[in-house]
């Protein structure tokens, strides 16, 4: 049982940014990816950036050279710093992982939402 909690969504103009945390309830950062989605109104959820336990990352084309993610091991927690929003970035950002132990077992938190206004 993993539990993740973000935190730090809000109102912002357009060209503004913020920073979003996942606090994961178990000290799984350095064992196991962690990743964030998103979900605009409308769309389906999908990929915007992940970190694995080496703190190699990856990221979707639209938020490349925007966002940044990073990981703090000792407090369990990963962030996903925003510059540059658009109000395409508009969502519900959510973290996950999968579960290290048991394959299909995933664990989301409950969203944080994201507003960007133009």
């Known amino acids: 049982q993993v539990q993740l909690v973000e935190n730090g969504g809000g109102l912002v103009q357009a060209g503004g940014s913020l920073t979003l945390s996942c606090a994961a309830s178990?000290?799984?950062?350095?064992?196991?990816?962690m990743r964030w989605y998103r979900q605009a109104p409308g769309k389906q959820r999908e990929f915007v950036a992940t970190?694995?336990?080496?703190?190699?990352?990856a990221y979707a084309e639209s938020v490349q050279g925007r966002f940044t993610i990073s990981r703090d091991n000792a407090k369990n927690t990963i962030y996903l710093q925003m510059n540059s929003l658009k109000p395409e970035d508009t969502a519900v950002y959510y973290c996950?992982?999968?579960?290290?132990?048991?394959?299909?077992?995933?664990?989301w938190g409950q969203g944080t939402q994201v507003t960007v206004s133009s």
């Open positions: 996950n992982v999968r579960s290290p132990g048991v394959v299909g077992l995933e664990y």
């Open positions: 178990r000290n799984i950062l350095s064992i196991t990816p």
């Open positions: 970190i694995n336990s080496g703190g190699s990352t």
